[in-house]
């Protein structure tokens, strides 16, 4: 497969990125300060993210749309305002999650911001889904950038008129060089932020214009870390195909009426999950020392047994400690509860945590 | 003090009588990006040539640390363990992994002078 670039590439390049393949792009993982850095930059003032390669999906409106949709993602899109986005997923009917998605009500239909390495398979099931008649249009002439921090809004103020006042989880239409572009506050990184999703054509001047206010940019390596201290999942890791949102810890973005009525693919599994079916749950995890616990790293009870697994780790710059999250079995779910981590064959100590592990700073 | 020498694996390493001092090079630091972990071997250990000798990791990922040479390990460099990000500052310099009492000292002489190293390292970045 011939790998992919943003529109942003090459500005990425004049700003010293390093690049790695990533879901078929050609992303920056860093640039020249490091992670670390880039990661206390995003915590302290603001970031810059190229998020591109997402999929930025529209359907269009017809009367049965909100009804046909609620089929397949799990929230109420009789509730949901105009300009108003919701964290949800793409249900399989095994319960499990073929992706996770912000899904914004908009003028002209719902607006779904997918997974790069998810995004074209995604397409196929809603597709198919909605059916033949439905409207969906995956737009390649769009960029994503999210902008990052707790100066986000007053920078972004400076550029885009109005913006300061969204709150969180909610969007709108704003003109940037007499373009319609739009804009969403939220992010991955547990800060205050905003998504600006704007032509291709006008991404690397309107990026410009931020890095010229101060905004450093911030590649994919941060990103990870941040989100992780942030407890949000990482698509493919901490969630897949076989995790239910409720084993996922999760349940929170069920709204009340699916929960309670079902009627989305893969309710069965969510139902008996939240009847006392459930046997293991995602949790934080904290080593006591120094080791950091990756992906794949085994969890066993303080007597020895296997309990689970730890699906993303890594260092958290802000919360200056090795962190991750994984499964465990449920009656070993409980913050505080003392675990083992086997790291290069040897048994590390390490404690239960409260996600998320650095406390959100969001503008509500 | 002995010329500095490299190995393909990264490491370098300098002898004094017979003790050689070992650590990762500038350039293995910085592809490795901020080290926030290091583990290192126990003292008394016996390490082989090219052998696993400890480890280190970056917010991206873990690498093993190899020994250049065989030998006694007769000390570690806590101080990186306690603060690994010194590793990045001074990685030729005080950020030393470990020494070893060498028992053979011709092992040194396979390995790569200054330039050589850096014309290897340069050949094996993408």
């Known amino acids: ?364 | 003090m002995s010329e500095k020498k490299y190995s393909k694996q990264h490491e370098w390493v300098t002898i004094e009588g017979d003790v050689a001092t070992v650590g990762i090079t500038k350039h293995a630091a910085e592809l490795l990006g901020d080290i926030v972990f290091v583990e290192l071997p126990d003292k008394g250990k016996n390490v082989e040539k090219e052998g696993q000798a400890g480890v280190v990791e970056s917010t991206k990922a873990a690498s093993d640390v190899y020994t250049p040479v065989t030998g006694e390990i007769t000390e570690t460099n806590q101080s990186i363990v306690d603060d690994p990000a010194i590793v990045n500052k001074d990685p030729e310099g005080t950020s030393w992994f470990f020494k070893v009492k060498v028992k053979n000292k011709s092992e040194l002489d396979g390995l790569m002078n200054k330039a050589d190293y850096e014309k290897f390292a340069k050949e094996n970045t993408n």
Request: overall charge positive.
């Open chain 1, 1 to 364: 497969m011939n790998t992919q670039k943003t529109a942003l590439y090459d500005y990425h390049k004049s700003l010293g990125a390093k690049f790695v393949p990533f879901a078929g792009y050609e992303m920056p993982v860093q640039y020249s300060s490091g992670i670390v850095e880039e990661h206390k930059i995003t915590r302290r003032n603001a970031g810059l993210f190229d998020v591109s390669h997402m999929g930025q999906l529209l359907i269009e409106d017809n009367e049965n749309l909100s009804k046909e949709l609620e089929k397949i993602i799990p929230i109420d899109l009789k509730k949901i305002k105009l300009n108003q986005s919701k964290y949800s997923f793409l249900m399989n009917e095994q319960g499990g999650i073929y992706d996770d998605l912000i899904i914004t009500k908009v003028e002209k239909g719902f607006i779904i911001i997918l997974n790069a390495a998810c995004k074209n398979n995604d397409f196929k099931i809603i597709k198919s889904a909605l059916g033949s008649k439905s409207k969906l249009t995956l737009y390649k002439n769009l960029s994503l950038v999210a902008l990052q921090g707790p100066k986000s809004s007053e920078i972004l103020e400076k550029t885009i008129n109005g913006v300061s006042s969204l709150k969180f989880m909610n969007g709108n239409k704003y003109s940037y060089n007499g373009k319609e572009i739009y804009i969403t506050r939220s992010g991955y990184t547990g800060e205050d932020g905003f998504e600006i999703s704007i032509p291709n054509e006008l991404v690397e001047d309107f990026a410009k214009k931020l890095i010229s206010q101060g905004v450093k940019p911030i590649g994919l390596g941060a990103r990870d870390t941040l989100r992780l201290e942030a407890g949000l999942c990482l698509y493919g890791h901490d969630i897949n195909e076989s995790t239910s949102p409720i084993e996922a810890n999760l349940k929170w973005a069920i709204s009340k009426r699916r929960r309670e009525e079902g009627g989305f693919v893969g309710y069965g599994k969510i139902k008996s999950d939240m009847n006392g079916s459930l046997t293991r749950l995602r949790v934080g995890v904290k080593p006591e020392g120094k080791v950091i616990a990756r992906e794949g790293v085994k969890i066993f009870s303080k007597d020895n047994n296997e309990i689970g697994l730890v699906t993303s780790g890594t260092f958290g710059p802000s919360v200056n400690q090795p962190i991750a999250m994984g499964y465990v079995k449920l009656n070993f779910s409980e913050p505080g509860t003392k675990v083992l981590l086997e790291v290069r064959g040897k048994k590390y100590e390490a404690n239960i945590s409260e996600l998320p592990f650095y406390k959100k700073n969001y503008v509500r």
